[in-house]
């Protein structure tokens, strides 16, 4: 007999415990697993765009790095095109995944990720939003995986006209979702879990 959609209910949040590396990074942690760790390439070949890499640590409320965070994106690639069966506006990279996943250097607690800075993806309504990055944020304690996005500094015109940025009502708060540019292709993007410093977090 089929159960009605009502009965199956959505099983409760569990934070990510002590293991989550064990899970998700095998590799990480010393177990040798699939020839590496899901999400730690998001270049396959030669890319389109720019290669940039995306560095960052995760902090506490008392601006102390978390050594045991996961940290997981998603994006468009240089062309705004995501590597999905639903992606209709033409052929996304072949060479580029659009997802990563990152666990936390276990001394300094930084996450890296090698990528390409994504290009701009049309708003529902058309207006095009600035290039941005989702960002998943996952450790022991915390009970329901945060949501972020990671924009970039250097990309003031598009991020002045971006349909969410524009709708955040404490726009000085919006420097906690832009990543720095520090050179050579490299950006920083802190987040912070609490705090004066505390980054904007998206209900998803």
């Known amino acids: 007999m089929v159960q009605k959609l009502e009965t199956l209910r959505e099983s ?6 002590p293991y ?3 899970g998700c990074t095998p590799n990480f942690t010393g177990i ?18 720019t290669e940039i890499t995306i560095k960052g640590t995760v902090y506490d409320g008392t601006g102390t790095a978390l050594r045991d965070a996961m940290v997981e994106i998603w994006q468009a690639d240089a062309a705004g095109l995501f590597a999905s069966a639903n ?11 659009g997802w990563g996943r990152s666990p936390g250097d ?3 607690g930084e996450f890296t990720f090698d990528t390409v800075k ?4 049309p708003w529902p309504d058309g207006r095009m939003q600035a290039p941005h990055i989702t960002a998943w944020v996952v450790a022991r304690g915390i ?11 250097d990309e003031t015109s598009a991020n002045a006209t971006d349909p969410i940025l524009t709708r955040i009502e404490h726009q000085n708060r919006i420097p906690t979702l832009l990543a720095q540019p520090e ?19 998206f209900d998803i």
């Not at 009970?143 to 500094?153: E, K």
Request: hydrophobic share 35%; proline share 7%.
């Open 87 to 97: 992606e209709v506006r033409g052929q996304a990279d072949p060479n580029f995944t």
């Open 106 to 108: 276990m001394e300094t």
């Open 118 to 121: 994504p290009g701009q993806v």
């Open 183 to 201: 050179g050579a292709g490299t950006y920083r993007f802190d987040i912070h879990l609490q705090g004066p410093k505390e980054t904007i977090f």
């Open 32 to 49: 040798a697993l699939y020839g590496g760790d899901l999400g730690s390439a998001m270049k396959t070949g030669p890319v389109q765009g």
């Open 12 to 17: 409760p949040s569990q934070t990510a415990g």
């Open 143 to 153: 009970n329901i995986g945060l949501h972020t996005r990671i924009y970039f500094a």
């Open 20 to 22: 989550v590396h064990i």
